[in-house]
């Protein structure tokens, strides 16, 4: 599959373990996120920095490999529902309970990515939604998933035993730490070689094929960390609303991520963070405007495709782009 | 009535005549889409959402006097609902190809899956917030009320209509496609469209004629639904994930596979009712992944 998104160039990167955008971002992200639960409400920034790291995990997948996957809420509702069950019935601290949802993610990602990598461009989305809806129906008939009512009061529990979660600003606290260190990951793995030939299958995938890379490997790596990664989002999210319940496996939030992923700008950086930001603060407002809600985001779908398809981020660093090349020439004419 | 694997033969045939109207339906609706997807390369996940439509224009058509009381409007019964309804969404169709779908055509296939996506959550969505979730009633035609007694079952005469009337829609289909000069332009177009245009056939009008085509398709299974299933918002939206396993599973953009798979899988829908309940919502991507381990292209498709 081709590049699904147009890509600015990627400046010259300082090597070592942390690029030095890298870091920038997560100062940034860190000073960001330290002062947001005193000016904001904090469990809506706990909201978005689980559903940022979500879209962050996908935008791995859609935006660096260029396959549409369409099942992203198995893994994150799967992840959801073992660690609140795991931390309501077997009395474990909560940092486990989570590691244990993202270890069924990551085994679920690597089962369904196996099946999916076979085939490309719609039939992989077509394959990822009706894998994913297995696991749907898995949820709504399995007994200890509860059916309707989903896992409830799900107890937030002592942090590696002794931090209290239900202390408000020890929870927060945590959440940032998990975004912090999922976006570093997913940072980290788009700037190592892995990440390049990654991105090298979504531009030209005969030709990363040609050069002897095992593009298949490569793709399902990929798409069992973006798995695991989603887990990580929907564990922590099911220990901050203390709740896992069928809308996390459901296919609207499918398509609530891969519409975060669209508004921010595919295959940027920040992109999945801005589209979280935008997605889960309108759904905050409309929460009480009931079906509008989906017009609305089906209405955003529709306008970004037709009018913004880089989305906000990427939409902005090619105005930037282009900006530069002006200064670029002006320069060589003053000359 | 006699007894198989210890169950009553009303009860089997009973699920098996289940499992056959749904196959019809999944077999009408991924027929739809398998053109849509073999001439356009669109996954129309719009499909549900015109199902939809068709359902509910029947339904308008019906309630015309009620809906308007005092404009002196008749009551426009199924008969002529299965000939209105799939036009009426076949225009919306041709309306939406122009609007939106025709702007992707050149793009990645990703962004016509969320285009589809984004459209079918608007139309779902502005039914929701008039109608709600209850569904409507739609009452069977007076002339298709009762049913037969075969010794072993009963079959209601309005269900044997719509296995044979889909048979008869999708062999016609099929044989449009397949086997006539216009059939063959299209797959023509498809093909090779640069060479096809230069022979002077108008291509754009040509995808536009298939999308309304595939649509319609959608729209005449609604109206066939409406008196089975209930008319409500939320119909198209669960069957459109099935129809694309089906899809996967005949092997995309293969006509005479999605029209074999839609019965087969709805049968075997059926009888997974019968035997292993729990199971029957999610057999259909059970096969799905089996299908894609032993053989990637689908059952009928070419690799």
């Known amino acids: 599959m081709a590049h699904v998104a147009s890509h600015p160039p990627v400046p010259a990167q300082k090597t070592g373990l942390f690029a030095h955008t890298e870091l920038t971002y997560l100062v940034a992200f860190l000073i960001i996120g330290v002062v947001a639960p005193y000016v904001l409400y904090p469990i809506f920034v706990m909201k978005v920095l689980c559903f940022a790291l979500f879209a962050c995990a996908y935008n791995l997948i859609f935006g660096y490999v260029g396959l549409l996957a369409f099942g992203h809420a198995a893994f994150f509702g799967a992840a959801a529902y073992v660690t609140a069950h795991s931390a309501k019935f077997w009395g474990i601290t909560p940092e486990i309970a989570i590691l244990a949802g993202t270890a069924v993610a990551t085994v679920l990602g690597a089962a369904i990515g196996w099946l999916a990598i076979r085939r490309q461009g719609l039939y992989f989305a077509m394959i990822t939604l009706a894998l994913a809806q297995i696991v749907y129906f898995y949820a709504l008939q399995a007994p200890w998933t509860h059916g309707e009512d989903g896992i409830q009061s799900v107890p937030r529990g002592k942090l590696f035993g002794f931090i209290d979660l239900n202390d408000m600003m020890s929870m927060y606290f945590f959440v940032l730490a998990v975004f912090l260190i999922g976006f570093a990951i997913v940072h980290r793995t788009i700037r190592s070689p892995f990440g390049q030939v990654l991105k090298s299958i979504r531009d030209n995938e005969p030709r990363a094929l040609s050069l002897g890379y095992d593009t298949d490997r490569y793709k399902l790596m990929a798409f069992t960390l973006s798995a695991g990664l989603s887990g990580l989002a929907g564990g922590t999210k099911a220990i901050v609303f203390q709740l896992a319940s069928l809308t996390d496996v459901f296919l609207f939030t499918s398509a609530d991520v891969l519409l975060m992923v669209l508004i921010g700008g595919i295959g940027t950086i920040l992109g999945p963070v801005v589209g979280a930001v935008t997605l889960v603060t309108m759904q905050n407002y409309l929460a009480g405007a009931g079906s509008w809600v989906l017009i609305i985001q089906g209405a955003i779908f529709v306008a970004f495709i037709l009018m913004l398809r880089k989305g906000i981020v990427g939409t902005w660093l090619e105005y930037r782009e282009t900006r530069r090349r002006r200064h670029v020439e002006a320069a060589k004419k003053a000359k | ?303």
């Not at chain 2, 119909?235 to 396993?245: C, D, L, N, P, R």
């Not at chain 2, 995309?252 to 074999?260: A, H, L, P, T």
Request: net charge neutral; proline share 5%.
């Open chain 2, 1 to 303: 009535m006699f007894e198989i694997f210890g169950l009553s033969s009303t009860a089997l045939f009973g699920q098996l005549l289940i499992g056959l109207i749904n196959g019809a339906f999944y077999a009408m609706m991924s027929l739809g889409v398998a053109i849509i997807f073999g001439m356009l390369r669109i996954a129309n996940f719009v499909h549900g959402a015109q199902y939809m439509l068709g359902a509910f224009c029947a339904w308008f058509l019906l309630n015309l006097p009620v809906l308007f009381p005092g404009s002196g409007l008749p009551e426009i019964g199924y008969w002529p609902s299965l000939i209105i309804a799939p036009i009426v969404v076949g225009v919306v169709g041709i309306v939406t190809e122009k609007l939106f779908i025709s702007k992707v055509y050149d793009l990645e296939h990703a962004y016509g899956v969320l285009l589809t996506l984004g459209l079918a959550l608007v139309i779902e969505g502005l039914f929701h917030v008039k109608f709600g979730s209850a569904g409507q009633p739609y009452g069977i035609p007076p002339s298709l009320q009762g049913g037969q007694n075969l010794g072993f079952m009963f079959l209601p005469n309005y269900r044997a209509w719509v296995i044979v009337a889909s048979i008869v829609i999708c062999f016609g289909t099929w044989y449009s496609i397949e086997r006539t000069k216009l059939g063959a332009y299209l797959r023509a177009a498809t093909e090779n469209p640069v060479l096809v245009q230069a022979f002077g056939i108008n291509v754009p009008r040509m995808l536009t004629l298939t999308y309304a085509l595939g649509v319609g398709l959608a729209g005449l299974a609604g109206v066939m639904a409406a008196p089975i299933y209930q008319v409500s918002p939320q119909m198209g939206q669960s069957i459109i994930i099935v129809i694309f396993a089906v899809v996967v599973i005949g092997g995309m953009g293969s006509i005479f596979g999605s029209i074999v798979s839609g019965f087969m899988l709805g049968l075997i829908e059926g009888l997974t009712k019968v035997f292993y309940p729990q199971g029957s919502s999610t057999v259909i991507f059970v096969i799905m992944a089996i299908v894609l381990l032993a053989k990637p292209a689908g059952l009928f498709g070419k690799t």
